[in-house]
């Protein structure tokens, strides 16, 4: 009977999926599993949640537990997810875009690179470190399986610093071919398909059907769309870099300095790019919540079906020893041979009793690790701020970020990271 610990068992939609996954797995539906958040009213409702779900859909058979002492929690644990968010909405995510802006730096999303990405990356590390820290103490031996953003970052930083096995994990991977033969309207039968590259930023290296490279038709067909459409900057990216890219098009406007710029403002428009789209969906989370608690807290009838989510499958990998292949972010080792050998990079991985192994991909197209390492060098640096706690790193991830380079001078980066680091407060350790 394995022990899986939740962290951020508040976000109770996403505890249901992957936990409600692993109650439908016949080798983990009576597994022992500990929930643990901060927010004591989230955590109950998550609790109860998950307890509809082991009741109607696992005949009771997990062992489902709610602590307000982390260590406790991790004790003996096979597994640990992260799916933390430090900061929250208010105060932090309003001040990771509102700061910035009044410098004229306009985000999207801002939660994996960018000044957005570099200071939820600096307020979430000592958190994290501080998670493997009581593992080493009380579950030396287990997976951590992050899913909290920034994804590179965050997930490099425990391979680099701490001793605690740790894999991260999207699902922009799974989604990625799927949605580029929809955009086009082709079918998704019978492909297949190699992604490589980081996390946000992996690239769809290969995409055929039964021998067939399916690409050219891709692109023809994606010259021939008028309508403007949501993932307009992943098709000119193809087009212009001769690959796709496996995350959003308005993550993709933030990633590369080509879209949000004040001299062009037209390619806003144009690309169909949309600005503060993080803070909405936090708003409307935030209104519709009242809605979904109703659908899932106050719904004793309450079901579930398995997801697409890698956490579940992973587990039963490992504890069956039946292996199964995800697209995991891994340190590179040399896995692809022109990034760095220190950064965190999505590949693809078998998993079965023994762990989790990446598979070498070799060189990536040399534009392709171009663009990747504009993004490796702030993830890097980030990194670095984390651990020295020298402000001057964070000042160099920033210089070094693709869009914020792009649009501000190094007298103006500097003074809103200071003033970036002063609205942060307690949420940061001091710099100096």
Not at 217 to 225: H, M
Not at 283 to 294: Q, Y
Not at 321 to 337: A, F
Not at 358 to 379: D, H, M, S
Request: hydrophobic share 40%; aromatic share 8%; net charge negative.
């Amino acid at each position: 009977m394995p022990k899986i610990t939740f962290l951020g068992a508040g976000s109770t939609e996403f505890a249901k999926n992957l936990l409600g996954d692993t109650m439908l797995t016949e080798a983990l539906h009576d597994s022992e599993i500990a929930l643990y958040d901060i927010d004591l009213k989230r955590l109950v409702e998550s609790e109860t949640v998950l307890s509809a779900i082991n009741n109607n859909c696992n005949n009771g058979k997990a062992r489902i537990t709610a602590y307000t002492d982390r260590k406790k929690a991790l004790t003996k644990a096979d597994f640990v997810i992260n799916a933390i968010q430090v900061g929250g909405y208010e105060p932090c995510t309003v001040t990771d875009f509102e700061i910035p802006k009044k410098y004229g730096l306009r985000q999207t999303i801002a939660d994996t690179i960018g000044i957005g990405g570099i200071f939820r990356a600096l307020r979430t590390m000592p958190v994290m470190f501080d998670f493997a820290r009581d593992m080493e103490d009380v579950c030396p031996d287990a997976w951590f399986l992050n899913y909290t953003n920034p994804m590179s970052s965050l997930t490099g930083a425990m391979q680099l610093h701490t001793g605690v096995k740790t894999v991260g994990l999207c699902h922009s991977v799974q989604v990625c071919a799927e949605t580029l033969l929809k955009s086009v309207d082709m079918s998704c039968e019978d492909i297949h398909y190699e992604i490589a590259g980081i996390n946000h930023m992996a690239w769809l290296l290969k995409i055929s059907r039964n021998g067939e490279d399916l690409y050219p038709e891709i692109k023809r067909r994606s010259k021939l769309i008028k309508e403007k459409h949501h993932d307009m900057i992943r098709h000119e990216l193809m087009h212009t870099f001769g690959y796709y890219v496996t995350e959003s098009s308005e993550h993709s406007a933030e990633y590369t300095p080509y879209w949000i710029k004040d001299r062009y403002p037209e390619l806003i428009e144009r690309f169909n790019i949309p600005l503060d789209e993080y803070l909405r969906r936090c708003v409307e989370h935030i209104e519709r919540w009242d809605i979904l608690k109703e659908e899932l807290v106050n719904n004793p009838k309450l079901t579930h079906e398995r997801t697409i989510e890698y956490a579940s499958r992973i587990m039963e990998a490992m504890v069956t020893d039946k292996p199964y292949k995800i697209g995991g972010n891994v340190l590179n080792t040399g896995l692809i041979e022109n990034l760095p050998r220190e950064a965190c990079v999505e590949v693809p991985c078998f998993v079965d009793k023994t762990g989790i192994k990446p598979c070498y991909v070799g060189y990536l197209p040399e534009q392709l690790a171009a663009l990747n390492r504009t993004n490796i060098n702030p993830q890097l640096l980030t990194i670095e701020a984390a651990v020295t706690l020298k402000k001057e790193n964070i000042y160099y991830a920033a210089l070094l970020d693709p869009l914020t380079s792009a649009v501000l001078s190094i007298d103006d980066i500097k003074a809103m990271c200071d003033e970036m680091i002063e609205a942060h407060g307690d949420w940061l350790p001091k710099y100096t």
